[in-house]
């Protein structure tokens, strides 16, 4: 089956769920943990979201937006196994996040890791997370749907995207803010 952007997440985790709970993919980075995931996670540890964070999370950039991973621990940063790995068993197994659940060594899993991706971290509303994604696409393919004329079908919307004619979050798609009238602003 073909992964696509579009691809409902049912159907993401049923093609990515042949993990062996090895831990061997733990041992080398933590994993990305959504906002609602947060709150299951300290819920099934009983502490509070705000403890949790401090102990178990990191708050790193990535297409432009503030996204939380699990802490690694590690003497070599950035490299090291996750918070959550104990010997190789995961200490949060039944609540463990999505993108463990499918960001898996199968056949699927680069596949399933590009729908995390265009899914749940690019925001389409922000021309600078597009930009950034832009850029990744220089050296990373990706599935149907995560290509730039797929994401932004208008042309003319995507060159000014593209060439930072539209530099801020837009409540109007049609809102178009040239980079000559934010300096003539000031
Ligand atoms: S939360 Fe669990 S499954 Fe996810 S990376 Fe950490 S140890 Fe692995
Ligand atoms: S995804 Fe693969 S490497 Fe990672 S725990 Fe599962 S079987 Fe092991």
Redesign the pocket.
Known sequence: MKITKQTPKKEIIRLADN????????SYGGCYVLEDEAENISSALSIEKQEFAEKYLEEIDFLNKKVYKTKIISKDLPFGKCIFLDEKRCMVQNVKPLHCRI????EH?QATLEWFFLNHILDLDDPESIRQWAVRLENTDTIPGGRLHELVPDKKRLNNILNYEIVKKERDWDEVIGLKVIKENG
Not at 19 to 26: F, S, V
């Open positions: 993990c062996r709970k090895c831990g061997h993919c733990c960001g898996t060594c199968s899993g």
